[in-house]
């Protein structure tokens, strides 16, 4: 027999402080710390290599999928439920939508009423209950109402014990949404759909909506966290109203968002599941079971943009495959013009199939927990758990999450967050692409409307004065207003690249330019180079240049700036791609642009000089 040998064997083990050093040598004096550790959004550094001795210690990796504390899942497969939201504004066509994409590739439908007196019994006209996950989204006051119908309704068609859906009672929407108290007792009418609920063994009807914190701009950690403070508000005031425990949590139907951090994603709901669990074990469940967290996955809308929208496919791609390797109870994909429209078949069809591909191609409902035992992701997850943890009992600490949120802290440190993000996106410390990075230079867009998601029929009233509420703005509004401005404008500005000197400093720099006064839609002019200052002006001059940018080298600028500067005669704007120094404005240089430069600010800057 011929002899087995191990690979490995033949490697001496290396520890991790060799390994530091040897990283350290090939940095070359570089500070390890700053080049190769992130530092993440969520409170932790991320390092750049895990070991196996990482996650020795980890209980998380002790259990397996289906087991407490559910980490690797409450399943033993990956079949999760492919979700399609309807707007219901007429029950015929809804119905008819709703009985057109189950025959699509859809299990999962969640109907979006924004009427008062929406006829159940209709839109559901025609759909086999028991095979399709029906979630119904309405007003607070109307929960009820609905809830009780469609029990009638799974009463008539014999599925109380199949039928499988939710009904999205959810008061704390109102503050989060409009800064206003919600006008009714939450416990009385939550009491009163509980008992609505019984004979329906799988109708979750207490809604924990931390898709709305992820659309606001949150960080993960503060979806996590306030999504766990929130499920916990609802056990507590429940079980003190003189529900079990167990009653309480499986009413309870988590609906998340999803970003496109991508391994922090996965990492955020392995997070979610074991906390949750060791959440609800605290309030003494009979079975483990109702420790499980039962949670839908909506793609973002934050990270949405107008402009070049087809990258928005990429984005929800990347999102919903971080939901499916954790493996979540069901998935929604935001269509890609969903920031400017209301979808249309086409989008609707492609993100349905983005789930689809998903499944049928890449067959991930096919692996249960594929992330487990990754000592990056098994790492993320714990420290992720960590944090979420912290800020959890933080809301606690201050009376639970109800307290927090009418005190307006949860408020505003989400949109402390988002203003933090926005100000990235500003910088372009954090990337946009097709927005602040790389935009399509000739796309318009004047004619894309808002499309910002309806409000359910009563949710809001009169909002008070001076209202603290959550952020409504897409991270990449601020510069598709500056684009739009561009658009409306009676003459679009010309920005010239005058390129002379050093080849590789100025078509870099030239690139670089190009991108930047692309971001605000105005018209480029490229060229291959001059020999002098004053060809190149006089080029800039022939082409009605409104703004002139000098692109050469460090070395060459103190020799290139006086004669451009007396050359363009304020002729037009002047801008430096280079780095902005007392010795160049000192030669008469006011505008720079580069990597540091506040690109937003910039650009309104030279849209308030140049649009008339």
Not at 24 to 37: N, P, R, S, T, Y
Not at 193 to 198: D, E, G, S, V
Not at 244 to 265: P, Q, W
Not at 470 to 489: C, D, G, W
Request: proline share 4%.
């Amino acid at each position: 027999m011929a002899e087995t040998k191990k690979l490995f064997d033949q490697f001496a083990p290396v520890t991790p402080e060799e390994w530091r050093a040897k990283a350290e040598v090939d940095l070359k004096g570089a500070d390890f710390e700053k080049k190769m550790v992130w530092r993440t959004n969520e409170g932790f550094s991320a390092q750049p290599l895990y070991r196996s001795v990482d996650i020795a210690d980890l209980k998380q990796t002790k259990s397996l999928p289906g087991e407490f504390p559910y980490v690797r899942g409450t399943r033993y497969d990956n079949d999760w439920k492919v979700r399609q939201n309807i707007d219901v504004d007429d029950v015929k066509a809804a119905n008819a939508k709703a009985l057109e994409v189950l025959e699509k590739g859809i299990n999962s439908i969640g109907f979006h009423l924004h009427n008062k007196d929406v006829d159940l019994k209709a839109l559901l006209a025609g759909i086999y209950l028991p095979a399709c996950e029906i979630n119904i989204h309405c007003c607070p006051k109307c929960a009820a109402k609905y809830a009780q119908e469609l029990v009638d309704i799974c009463k008539e068609a014999g599925c109380l014990d199949t039928f499988v859906g939710s009904i999205a009672f959810d008061p704390f929407k109102r503050m989060l949404k409009h800064g206003e108290p919600f006008p009714g007792d939450i416990v009385a009418m939550a009491t009163e759909l509980m008992n609505i609920a019984k004979p329906v063994a799988h109708l979750l009807v207490l809604s924990v909506d931390s898709l709305m914190l992820s659309n606001a701009g949150a960080y993960i950690y503060q979806e996590l966290g306030y999504a766990l403070a929130w499920g916990c508000e609802w056990m507590a005031m429940l079980t003190e109203a003189g529900f079990t425990a167990d009653e309480v949590a499986n009413r309870i139907k988590f609906n998340m968002g999803v970003s496109t951090v991508y391994f922090m994603e996965i990492a955020k709901f392995r997070a979610a599941r074991e906390l949750w669990a060791l959440i609800v074990k605290q309030f003494n469940p009979a079975n483990d079971y109702s420790c499980m967290m039962n949670v839908n996955a909506e793609t973002t809308r934050f990270n949405m943009t107008v402009y070049d929208s087809y990258v928005n496919l990429l984005r929800t791609q990347t999102e919903a495959m971080s939901a499916a390797l954790a493996c979540v109870d069901s998935i929604v994909v935001t269509p890609f013009d969903a920031p400017y429209q209301k979808s249309d078949d086409f989008s609707e069809r492609i993100a349905r199939n983005q789930q689809i591909l998903l499944k049928e191609e890449s067959h991930l409902d096919k692996v249960v927990d594929p992330a487990g035992g990754s000592y990056y992701v098994e790492m993320l997850t714990k420290n992720l758990a960590e944090t979420g943890w912290k800020l959890f009992l933080d809301v606690e600490d201050k009376g639970g999450f109800k307290a927090a949120l009418e005190s307006g802290d949860i408020i505003e440190a989400v949109n402390k967050s988002a203003n933090e993000r926005f100000d990235k996106v500003a910088k372009r410390r954090e990337q946009l692409l097709g927005t602040n990075q790389f935009p399509n230079f000739t796309e318009k867009a004047a004619d894309k409307a808002d499309a910002s998601p309806k409000c359910c029929c009563c949710c809001k009233g009169d909002e008070p004065e001076g209202a603290v509420k959550l952020n409504n703005k897409r991270l990449a509004e601020q510069f598709e207003e500056i684009r739009l401005q561009t658009e409306h404008a009676a003459n679009t500005p010309k920005v010239f690249m005058l390129t002379i000197g050093n080849l590789a400093m100025r078509l870099a720099r030239a690139q670089f330019s190009d991108n930047f006064f692309a971001c605000a839609g105005y018209e480029l002019i490229d060229n291959n180079g001059f020999k002098t200052i004053k060809e190149g002006m006089d080029a800039a001059m022939e082409k009605k240049a409104d703004v002139v940018v000098l692109c050469s080298s460090d070395d060459e600028y103190p020799e290139l700036i006086p004669e451009a500067v007396k050359e363009l005669d304020g002729r037009a704007e002047l801008v430096l791609a280079g780095p902005e120094t007392d010795e160049f404005k000192a030669m008469g240089m006011t505008n720079f642009i580069n990597v540091r430069t506040n690109v937003l600010a910039t650009l309104k800057a030279f849209n308030a000089k140049l649009l008339k």
